[in-house]
């Protein structure tokens, strides 16, 4: 006889043995897997040699489909990369356009030195051309201040007392006289140019001899001659050069050439007027002649010139 619990019959029994169900359920043994696993990868290899043609065809098929896939995956790092190569290459042409301007500047202020030097080279060539047409020994120097004075036309040179300046030295350059030494340093000196108020110089007419003085007017293209009569032998053109009366000046030198002569019945001397023919406003080199610093003071009896020195010791042309 069957006993079942309070509450329960046997019908009821049955069913709470039919309900209950295991909570785990066990499976292959894990030596089981791997010999399982180990038979499948001999029959797929066995499979991949004796049909190695239909796995081309499907691996061909597969990489024909994926190939546009990897190619849009592939696009945002090429055109990456191509945008970086073309700033790249835009940087290196500006660098290298920037190289070529400042070579160029380069280049051009050379040109522009060697023009310069050109230049100076020409008025070398001129200046050791006047220096073999004069008998005298000469000294070649360079400008260093101008005097920005109108009324007082000095230039200072690069050559002084120890190289043998003296006072009163006569100075020239490639064209004609341009004044002399007024004041003497160790290491350079001052000139007065023939255009000074102050200076005068004897002069003459190269065509007929005429004695005159040239004064400064205190323009640089511009002398005057004094105390010369109306009827004086003097025309437009004439050449003037140094007479070398007072001994200062070696004679023969240019000087001027006479731009203009003036008559008037009032006035008894007539009013003529020179242009230098030295380029004073464009002075760069000058030669220095090497003469005896102490020069002849006594005149030709027949000379008709007073033996006292004139401005800057030049001798003193007569009134008549």
Excluded at 118 to 134: A, D, F, H, K, P
Aim: net charge positive.
């Amino acid at each position: 006889m069957t006993i079942s619990p309070p509450g329960c019959s046997v019908n009821g029994n049955k069913r709470w043995g039919q309900a209950i169900k295991p909570l785990f359920r066990q499976g292959p043994s894990l030596t089981a897997r791997v010999i399982l696993l180990a038979l499948l990868s001999i029959v797929l290899m066995s499979l991949g040699g004796h049909r190695q043609g239909t796995l081309e065809s499907v691996r061909y098929t597969l990489s024909a489909v994926v190939y546009p896939i990897r190619v849009v995956a592939e696009l945002p790092f090429e055109l990456g990369d191509l945008i970086s190569r073309r700033l790249s290459g835009r940087q290196q042409l500006l660098a290298k356009n920037e190289r070529l301007r400042a070579q160029r500047l380069l280049n051009e202020a050379r040109l522009q030195k060697l023009d310069a030097l050109e230049q100076e080279n020409i008025r070398l060539r001129e200046l050791l051309g006047s220096s073999q047409e004069v008998d005298e020994p000469v000294l070649i120097a360079e400008l260093m201040r101008v005097d920005l004075d109108p009324y007082s036309h000095l230039v200072q040179i690069s050559k002084g007392a120890r190289d043998g300046v003296f006072r009163g030295q006569p100075v020239l350059d490639a064209n004609g006289v341009i004044g002399q030494v007024d004041k003497v340093g160790p290491f350079s000196a001052v000139v007065r140019l023939i255009t000074d108020p102050s200076h005068a110089i004897p002069v003459r007419v190269n065509r007929n001899g005429v004695r005159a003085v040239a004064v400064g007017t205190g323009h640089l293209h511009e002398l005057k001659l004094i105390n010369l009569p109306n009827n004086t032998d003097i025309r437009p053109g004439d050449l003037l050069i140094t007479s070398g009366l007072g001994g200062r000046f070696p004679p023969g030198y240019p000087v001027a050439r006479v731009a203009s002569v003036t008559t008037d019945p009032g006035p008894a001397f007539a009013r003529v007027e020179a242009r230098p023919t030295a380029a004073l406003d464009r002075l760069q080199e000058v030669l220095l002649v090497k003469r005896d610093q102490r020069p002849a003071r006594l005149a030709d009896p027949g000379s008709g010139t007073d033996p006292r020195p004139g401005k800057h010791g030049e001798a003193k042309q007569p009134g008549s």
